[in-house]
């Protein structure tokens, strides 16, 4: 079981977050799969530097069950509506609104909610479905 908390402040933390995923999940299925999910976490740790100042990424991975969950957890303004914002095309910035849309894809589950205390939270789970050899 390996678990990681990175804070993310800016493009760096992102590209180092990504890496890590991939580098860890390569260890166990194929490398166009562990591309997706570090895709998926690219996309999460974006949009906390885009819209929230900053925030975390959270994962475990549980190499038993070959499970990933990643969280991404801020303290930034939250998403008045969530289904808008969860469409193919719509961004509040000057996105292509790609990113929500793309992760909900390629993850198993996704869960997405404004935190009682401010800020967004968003949890995905992937199950490993190939394998290395
Ligand atoms: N962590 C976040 N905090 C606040 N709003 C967010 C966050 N992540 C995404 N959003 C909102 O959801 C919209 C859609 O996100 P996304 O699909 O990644 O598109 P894009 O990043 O191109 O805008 C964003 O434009 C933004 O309004
Ligand atoms: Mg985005």
């Known amino acids: 079981m390996l678990e990681r908390r990175i804070q ?9 977050t990504t890496l890590l995923i991939r580098h860890t999940l390569e260890a166990h299925c194929k490398a166009s799969e562990a591309m997706l999910i570090s895709t998926a976490t690219s996309e ?3 949009n906390l530097v885009r819209y929230a100042k900053g925030g975390f990424i959270r994962f475990t991975f ?8 990643i ?5 930034g303004p939250g998403i008045v509506d969530i289904e808008q ?4 095309g719509y961004s509040s910035g000057k996105g292509l609104g790609a990113g929500l849309p793309a ?3 390629i993850m198993d589950t996704m869960q997405i ?6 800020g967004l939270r968003i949890w995905v789970q992937c199950k490993l479905k190939s394998s290395l050899i």
């Open 103 to 105: 992760i909900k894809r």
């Open 44 to 46: 999460l740790a974006t």
């Open 8 to 16: 993310i402040n800016n493009e760096a933390d992102v590209v180092r």
């Open 85 to 88: 914002a969860m469409q193919e």
């Open 62 to 69: 549980d190499d038993v069950c070959r499970k990933i969950s």
């Open 71 to 75: 969280e991404s957890r801020d303290n």
């Open 113 to 118: 909610e404004n935190s009682p205390q401010g």
